[in-house]
T-cell receptor, first 113, second 114 residues
Framework: AQSVSQHNHHVILSEAASLELGCNYSYGGTVNLFWYVQYPGQHLQLLLK??????LVKGIKGFEAEFIKSKFSFNLRKPSVQWSDTAEYFC???????????FGGGTRLMVKP | EAQVTQNPRYLITVTGKKLTVTCSQNMNHEYMSWYRQDPGLGLRQIYYSMNVEVTDKGDVPEGYKVSRKEKRNFPLILESPSPNQTSLYFCASSRRDRVLGGYTFGSGTRLTVV
């Protein structure tokens, strides 16, 4: 069974600081990886996704993630965060059959103005 | 507007009283799924459906039922709710080409069982 783990449960940053959120997965097959964001009181929205090709994936709102196969990692990054990035971030892995999207436990990011 | 609609948004009920949370999508998606979100546990899949009349268990199906009689609807049924089913529930849908399409999530249903 696949699993996804996120190292940090809570992260607090000041505006303009750089962000990196860790995500590790364990899965033996072809990996399809996602980052979702959930703003307070809202549903999940897709930030970016990786299926194959260039391991550096760019998403919306200035976010990017790097797939490092040797480390089983898919960390999310943003060079300079804004107050509006305050949200909970979820890493997820989709199995080969495409019927199970497994989520990590989430990381709550608070950006102080 | 393409969307997944869940109802109700908020629900407080008593232990043992049957309830149904509805989910409807207007994107002609084949795949639909239910998740529950609990602090520190992320989202866990309850049930999913690959198409009409095809449903299967996810990671945490105990205490839940689903049905898929029509393509657009995928209701979640709690026959006898218990306090440990207090949670935030999300419905999601996707095209058959799930990898490229990604999942579209509903706005969530916050359920409290007392």
């Amino acid at each position: 069974a696949q699993s996804v783990s996120q190292h940090n449960h809570h992260v607090i940053l000041s505006e303009a600081a750089s962000l990196e959120l860790g995500c590790n997965y364990s899965y033996g097959g072809t990996v399809n990886l996602f980052w979702y964001v959930q703003y307070p009181g809202q549903h999940l929205q897709l930030l970016l996704k990786y299926f194959s090709g260039d391991p550096l994936v760019k998403g919306i709102k200035g976010f990017e993630a790097e797939f490092i196969k040797s480390k089983f990692s898919f960390n999310l990054r943003k060079p300079s965060v804004q107050w509006s990035d305050t949200a909970e971030y979820f890493c997820a892995a989709l199995n080969n059959a495409g019927n199970m999207l497994t989520f990590g436990g989430g990381t709550r990011l608070m950006v102080k103005p | 507007e393409a969307q997944v609609t869940q109802n109700p948004r908020y629900l407080i009920t008593v232990t043992g009283k049957k309830l149904t949370v509805t989910c409807s999508q207007n994107m002609n998606h084949e795949y639909m799924s239910w998740y529950r979100q609990d602090p520190g546990l992320g989202l866990r899949q309850i049930y999913y459906s690959m198409n009409v009349e095809v449903t299967d268990k996810g990671d945490v199906p105990e205490g839940y039922k689903v049905s898929r009689k029509e393509k657009r609807n995928f209701p979640l049924i709690l026959e006898s709710p218990s306090p440990n089913q207090t949670s935030l529930y999300f419905c999601a849908s996707s095209r058959r080409d799930r990898v490229l399409g990604g999942y579209t999530f509903g706005s969530g249903t916050r359920l409290t069982v007392v």
